[in-house]
Structures are given as C-alpha cells and as structure tokens.
C-alpha cells in the first residue's frame, strides 16, 4: 500500500489532508485511526519516522494529541523506536 493510497482509503477522515501534509496524516491517524490504519501507517513510513515526527509534534507549545495518545505512543515508541521515545 502507498501513501496516496492509505489517504484515499478513509476520505471521512483524511478530507483536508495531502500527500505532503506528513505531520497531518501522522497526528490524525494516531489520534483517530484504528489498528490496522496505525500499521499501514509503520508499514508504510517506518515506526522510526513516525516515531521522530510524533516526538517532535509533542515537544511543540501547542499540539492536538490527546493525553491518552501521547501516553500510548510514548510506550509503544520507548520499546519500539528507543532512539525517538520521549523521556
């Protein structure tokens, strides 16, 4: 599966998001994806990338994960991408 192609299988959920807007699609399937779009996700990016781009969102002033996707990540990205887990 490509990137274009994860986007344009949930429209309802990627409607205001490109290809080029990574941070976006990032934030909102970690948000609001389920399982399978979170490893389409890994499969597609890598957990490292994924992991790098996440830590830099929630080290930002304002951002717009919830607390219990910042906490979830951050033990998933700690035993999977070690490098990039927030401490």
Request: net charge neutral.
């Amino acid at each position: 599966m490509t990137l274009s192609e994860l986007i344009h299988q949930d429209r309802a959920l990627f409607w205001d998001i490109g290809e080029k807007d990574l941070d976006k699609l990032i934030e909102r399937i970690l948000n609001y994806g389920n399982e399978k779009s979170v490893k389409q996700l890994f499969d597609i990016l890598g957990v490292e990338y994924v992991a790098k781009i996440f830590k830099n969102q929630i080290n930002q002033p304002r951002q717009n994960y919830f607390p219990e996707t910042v906490h979830y990540f951050n033990l998933y990205f700690s035993r999977h991408a070690p490098k990039y887990s927030h401490s």
